[in-house]
């Protein structure tokens, strides 16, 4: 995608729509092209966000709608957030204040 800056990028993703914004907001990084010998940093930018896949083909329009191109789909098998509640909830249940602690003690 075309832009100023990679926060005029992402503002204009952000203030679009907020399904864009993805988990925590998008990831804009710099792409560098050659013409000839030179490498430079031009005003593109690659944009990544995860979507939920019911949203894709509403999302994949928008960002075209934007400027985009080039849209590439990768599935996400899975994704870590904050520990869980329920899963520091098990622990403290089980007594397991340090989990790696207590897998290494039981490989020993």
């Known amino acids: 995608m075309r832009g100023e800056s990679q926060e005029d990028v992402a503002r204009i993703i952000l203030d679009s729509d907020p399904l864009l914004g993805g988990l925590q907001g998008p990831t804009v990084s710099r792409v560098f092209t050659r013409q000839g010998d030179v490498i430079t ?14 949203d894709l083909y509403r999302s994949i329009k928008q960002i075209r709608k934007l400027g985009g191109s080039g849209v ?18 098990l622990l403290k249940e089980l007594g397991i204040e340090d989990y790696d602690e207590f897998v290494n003690s039981i490989e020993s």
């Open 41 to 54: 940093d031009g005003a593109f930018y690659a944009i990544t966000i995860m979507i939920p896949k019911d």
């Open 72 to 89: 590439i789909v990768s599935p996400c098998t899975y994704v870590y957030e904050e520990e869980p509640e329920r899963w520091t909830s």
